[in-house]
């Protein structure tokens, strides 16, 4: 049996494909109660599918966005993509997800994809880097459609943004330890991209607030993955710092295997805080102290800007939402 089209429908039931059309999608049309319902029990007879590449070729709507991010195995990043799937199938949106595997160059080639596939607007998480891929840049300058920055923000790339606040999250990280009395902190983050050198930022502002200048040897270079942080695990140990601050869950879990190998506790040997507040307390023992960015906060305002955008209702121009990051206190610092 082939697709049931709304000519089928017509048929049977004695009406124009045109009056079937408005009465499927709720429309005013005039007919009578006893038609409509004929037309109605006809649909779900037959199991009529809306086309909705007819629709969109009709409306100039996908009801499609696209998301890209670096890494879907991220614990961050794989709850951004739930959250913002969910809140836009609440309002009506399917939502596409692409990987970039933290390559900027993939970047471009994805925009390309999702516009060509035909998306209303689409979400990007920007593979590492303040600088963006030249193809990426020239590319969103001249985009059909609208799209979004979210949590990472290319520096000379006029667009709608929505971030936390990195270098106020760093902040809150050492401003931490240092209140808990440790003076020797060293900070893992990936210093490559812009989201790592804010965070060291804040870091280094809240050592020069407490009257510590900041030491280069205690600044160390990670990506947000695993199995790199986990590589950096000696050298935390050999800076001989008390606390360090770990830019990522990632990061944190790859630092924690390593000390676990060497028998380093935490707190007792070196305490910890954490970034995202993303990972599951039941991986990690001491549960881990963290600079939480709340996913349905930062979902919430992602989706807002977005349809605002394509419903028109705000003035041209790039936008910037800025998010406040917080603190979550649990056991992973000691006091000295």
Known sequence: MGKVTLKDIAHEVGVSPSTVSLVLNGREVRVSDAKRQAILDCARKKRYVPNQIARSLVSQRSDTLGLIIPNIESRF????????????????????????????????????????????????????????????????????VPYLMVDRVLEGVAGDSVSFDNVLGGYLAAQHLLEQGHERIAIVANMQEGTGRKRVQGYEKALCEAGIAPDGVLELQSRYYIPDAYHVGDAVIATGASAVVATSDNIALGLLKRFLERRFRVPQDISIVSYDNSAADMLFEPALTSIEQNVGELSDAAVSCMLQRLKGSVPPGPRACLLPPRLVCKDSVRAV
Request: glycine share 8%; proline share 4%.
């Open 77 to 144: 990043f794989s709850s951004l993509a739930k959250n913002l799937e969910q809140r836009l199938r609440r309002e009506g949106y399917a939502l596409l997800i692409a990987n970039s595997d933290d390559v900027p160059a993939n970047d471009a080639a994805l925009v390309r994809l999702f516009v060509n596939r035909g998306v209303d607007g689409i979400f990007l998480v920007a593979a590492g880097g303040l600088a963006p891929d030249a193809a990426l840049a020239e590319m969103l300058s001249s985009l059909p």
